[in-house]
């Protein structure tokens, strides 16, 4: 199956899924079709697949060095 990729240079392309990994890393496309949602996915704003999503930790600050009892 083939992808269809926008470019950062505003050009259009099909490419593999195995490449579309590593353009998107790379950061040379914008966005990339998702036929299984029938849309484009903007790949700086979108969560993508086997991207984490880091949440900041909200609590106390427990590596402080000080120890309380």
């Known amino acids: 199956m083939l992808l269809r990729v926008q470019y950062r240079n505003e050009k259009y392309d099909y ?3 195995e490449t579309l990994d590593e353009l998107i890393m790379t950061r040379e496309i914008t ?5 299984s949602e029938n849309d484009w996915v903007d790949v700086d704003r979108s969560p993508l697949r086997g991207m984490a999503i880091v949440m900041p930790y909200i609590g106390p600050e427990r590596r402080s060095g000080q120890e309380t009892d």
């Open 15 to 17: 490419v593999v899924p």
């Open 31 to 35: 966005r990339f079709y998702r036929p």
